[in-house]
């Protein structure tokens, strides 16, 4: 089952962000997985962010614009549910700073308040569900 959810991302778009949910697996670990992208063009899509709330060690990645790769573990308080809903909160909070830590204040402009709450919500529940299909 595991592999199924592995090949069948879901992807959530609003204006010139997009939010990928998956279930990855990575050597030993595996858990959901969220990737943020964000495109200056609507057509080249850079990612920016990826959350992987996996099982054993659940991490946040910030991909920045010069090539580095951020992460930050342990993300939120241990386990798949409490990183999930790490990601939810910082997601809801606020990508805006997410983006400009990252190198991409420009981004700032395009992401309007209240307009991604919705896909946060929906991506969010994609996690949820593809943890509980795959235990």
Known sequence: MAELADSTP???T???IRLV???RHFGDDQGPSLEVFWSPDGRDWRKVARYDCFR???HRHIFHKDGRDERVVPW???GVDSAISATG???HDGLGPLLTRGGYPEAMKQVRGGELDPVVEQSVADLR???LTTS
């Open 76 to 78: 939120g308080e241990g």
């Open 14 to 16: 609003v204006d010139d």
């Open 10 to 12: 879901t992807e959530y």
């Open 21 to 23: 949910s998956r279930y």
């Open 56 to 58: 054993m060690e659940p």
């Open 129 to 131: 569900r593809r943890e």
């Open 89 to 91: 909160r910082e997601l």
